[in-house]
């Protein structure tokens, strides 16, 4: 066979030579005619010794050999079948390999192939294609991709069949799962490699392709890429809406360049919306078509191709009012799963609604339509006014801004609105849509106004319906958090004593009504609005500290036996943590008191849900206090928080270095009399908070911690004392860029008394340095020495004889 290989390449040469073609391709022919031909080409190509010339001969003249051999008219094998199967066999990895000029002719060669055998023949053609995949390769990718989409493109112009689809139902099911993760690869990578642009190439050209492939697998409607669940998108839809998105981000970042291939892409995502029936599974792929659209009709280039009427009228008809209005299944939520309701409708969810994108489209297009006197319509109207009316974005701390000069909100609440909002036996979701009228105009309306609004607010907050009495909850602590430009808040202490303690016994009802800890925790707002009103009240809440403490220590010991919602706690212990702030300086005792048995609880049954919390109440509690002492549940905490596997949890650290900058000037008992292993501790921690903050935060400080450690060494401690002091040194002499350093620990030293460091150096920290033991002990002892050598001013002005035993210490280490 090596004979065969070396005399076909060199015709393969000759073909190239213009004074030999003829006769090397006249012997070329006479080859073919002989056993395992196609084989001895695939060879050649495969032969990195061979000039790339002769290489990409090789892979032009197999693919024309295929195509005229492989099978004839009949569909039946012209080559024997053991040749056929070694083709197979070869051929997907060898163009792969291949550089891109070959890997182009052998791909066009698979695709020959397929045409006949494809996949009832070859049905282990798209297994060894996917197997291929590469997550870090664009260029293997490429190849891969090619030779799928040149096999799958041919499915476009053909009419339906149960041939045709059942091929498309053998790629989609072997192939479809890792397409999508190729999708989510190539996405990762392009996001990895923005400021690459070789690879950035490479990896949009993977991107083109699968893009290419999405449409070969989507060009006919298939059962496979559809569901049955009216509430689950289909992998389609859901790629529709990612192309869609995309669309958005080039019209919003490159108008310029894109708004001149702007006008296909309008039509069919024109199209497809029109086509888009009320399931809820279309909702995602609505939503980003809308939001392409809204973004579409803000540019200067497009916005003129909505403002027509038949455009307009349109866009109302088949767009805005399908979108827009109550479905069934909204209806259905709203009863059935109220959280679920208000999450949608509130939070980022709510971006991607039909409602939301519907009413963002029309508010672009500038237009209204008038509503009908049922509620549903009613609600619809309200959507398309709220369109309207607001201009710009609706912020979270002030709603809507800045409003429509041509429309009165105020006044549209009051002749249309209002009666919702007071009446007994308004439909829920009409008092709901009045409800959430005032949350979005709240920075409209005058405090006197809000005063007539507010004890409406108040009544629905004792409503029975889930959604009426959270979105009034909701209301309410926006409210209050309402502030102006300048930062004054609109309703201030004053304004909400009154009716406060009213209204949180109402909240409180609410939130434990559910014994069981995950539906106590269900319903984030109203422990936000709990914690609203005890800011706002501020020391006001000490009247009623009893009542309010009483309903939180429930609270906490049912929630404790199964954290589950992060922003229900937060909110939680915020609350109490106003408490503490505002009220402390009367009521320090009762605090004290009522909160330390669920915080003992806590560290008890160690709810790391929870430590950070309770441990930044605990420094607020001790901050307060007017005691320069600690009491015994203060000093029984120390075992706990010196323990180091609580300083390993990242949002432990602030909340442990204030509660010890608290601690430590007040349990100097404490730490100095404790035994060995507090005391080992106790240098765990001042290593963990020296790593945690930069010297500055730790100024008012490390004098104190200095005096409480020299009373120690003046004691004859341990060995094991005299060297956890002596590597906390070098720590500090180490961690000369976070502000620390040899001059920083002698400056402090000296504040104590003068020279101190002078009689404290030799004697303890260069005696003692000889006797650490471990490698990464002594590691921290050498760069202390060579900074406080290369760095220290003091020790270059005033210890040059400390300065020269340090460098024999430092050669010795």
Not at 238 to 249: N, S
């Amino acid at each position: 066979m090596a004979a065969n290989i070396g005399a076909i390449a060199q015709l393969l040469d000759a073909t190239l030579d213009p004074g030999q073609h003829r006769k090397a391709e006249t012997a070329l022919k006479a080859e073919q005619a002989k056993p395992q031909y196609s084989l001895n080409l695939l060879n050649i190509v495969a032969s990195d010794p061979l000039p790339a010339k002769t290489r990409l001969s090789a892979a032009l003249a197999f693919k024309n050999f295929i195509r005229n051999n492989y099978v004839d008219e009949e569909g039946n094998y012209k080559l024997p079948q053991d040749e056929v199967v070694t083709i197979k066999q070869q051929l997907i990895g060898l163009m792969i390999s291949s550089p891109p000029a070959i890997q182009s002719q052998l791909g066009e060669a698979v695709a020959i192939i397929a045409d006949s055998d494809f996949w009832q023949r070859w049905e282990t053609l798209t297994k060894d294609l996917v197997s291929r995949f590469s997550t870090t390769d664009p260029k293997v990718n490429i190849g891969v991709l090619e030779v799928a989409h040149s096999i799958f493109v041919r499915w476009r112009p053909l009419f339906r069949t149960d041939d045709l689809y059942t091929e498309i139902n053998h790629v989609i099911t072997t192939m479809g799962e890792p397409f999508i993760q190729l999708l989510i690869t190539t996405n990762t990578q392009i996001e990895a490699n923005s400021g690459n642009k070789e690879a950035l190439k490479a990896w949009f050209e993977t991107l083109s392709l699968l893009v290419k492939i999405f449409y070969d697998l989507s060009c006919h409607d298939n059962p496979l890429l559809e569901t049955d669940d009216d509430a689950e998108a289909s992998i389609v839809d859901t790629v529709k809406a990612d192309i869609c998105e995309a669309l958005e981000l080039y019209t919003v970042k490159f108008d310029e360049d894109f708004s001149k291939y702007c006008g296909p892409f309008i039509t069919n995502v024109w199209e497809l919306l029109s086509s888009m029936g009320p399931e809820t599974k279309y909702d995602h792929v609505v939503s980003k078509a809308l939001h392409f659209l809204t973004a579409v009709a803000s540019t200067k280039d497009h916005s003129g191709n909505f403002n027509n009427e038949d455009t307009l009228s349109q866009i109302v008809e088949k767009v805005i009012l399908p979108n827009v209005a109550l479905r069934e299944s909204d209806i259905e939520l709203f009863e059935d799963e109220p959280i679920e309701f208000i999450r949608r409708d509130l939070e980022g969810s709510d971006t991607d609604s039909r409602r939301r994108s519907a009413t963002d489209f029309y508010g672009n297009s500038r237009r209204n339509s008038r509503g009908k006197s049922d509620w549903k319509a009613k609600d619809t109207a309200i959507y398309l006014f709220i369109s309207i009316a607001a201009k710009g974005a609706v912020t979270a701390a002030q709603g809507v801004k800045t409003i429509n000069s041509l429309v009165n909100v105020v006044e549209f609440f009051q002749q249309h609105i209002a009666a919702d909002l007071m009446s007994d036996s308004a439909e829920p979701i009409a008092k709901v849509d009045a409800i959430k009228y005032l949350h979005t105009f709240r920075s409209q309306l005058s405090k006197d106004q809000w005063r007539d609004a507010f004890p409406h607010l108040i009544k629905n907050i004792g409503s029975s319906n889930y959604v009426i009495y959270t979105y009034a909850a909701i209301a309410v602590e926006r409210l209050l958090f309402l502030a102006d430009d300048n930062g004054v808040q609109m309703f201030t202490r004053a304004d909400v004593e009154g009716f406060a303690n009213e209204l949180l016994e109402r909240l409180f009802v609410l939130i434990e009504r559910e014994p069981t800890p995950a539906k106590l925790q269900e319903n984030e707002f109203l422990m936000r609005c709990v914690m609203r009103i005890l800011i706002v009240i501020k020391d006001g809440a000490a009247a009623i500290l009893d009542g309010v403490l009483q309903h939180l220590i429930a609270i906490t010991n049912i929630m404790k036996q199964n954290p589950s919602n992060p922003r229900f706690y937060y909110y939680h212990f915020e609350a109490i943590g106003a408490l503490v702030r505002y009220c402390s300086g009367s009521k320090a005792d009762v605090l004290n008191a009522k909160l330390w048995e669920p915080i003992q609880l806590i560290f008890t049954e160690d709810v790391t849900e929870f430590m950070q919390y309770v441990l930044q109440i605990l420094a607020q509690l001790l901050e307060s206090s007017p005691d320069s002492s600690i009491s015994a549940n203060f000093g029984a905490l120390l075992d706990p928080i010196l323990n180091p596997p609580m300083w390993e949890v990242r949002g432990n650290v602030p909340a442990l270095a204030r509660l010890l900058a608290g601690l430590i000037p007040r349990a100097s008992k404490e730490i100095i009399g404790g035994d060995k292993m507090n005391q080992l501790y106790a240098f765990d921690i001042l290593e963990a908070t020296v790593k945690a903050y930069e010297g500055n935060v730790l100024d008012n400080y490390f004098a104190t911690i200095l005096e409480l450690l020299f009373k120690k060494l003046q004691n004859n401690p341990a060995e094991s004392f005299k060297l956890r002091f002596v590597r906390l040194f070098h720590l500090v002499s180490a961690r000369l860029e976070a502000g620390y350093g040899t001059d920083y620990f002698i400056k402090h030293a000296n504040k104590l008394q003068d020279n101190l460091f002078k009689q404290l150096y030799p004697a303890i920290i260069l005696m003692e340095s000889d006797k650490l033991a471990r490698p990464v002990d002594r590691k921290l002892a050498v760069v202390s020495y060579t900074k406080t050598l290369c760095e220290s001013r003091a020790f270059a002005d005033e210890f040059k004889k400390g300065w020269a035993n340090t460098c024999n210490k430092l050669i010795m280490l």
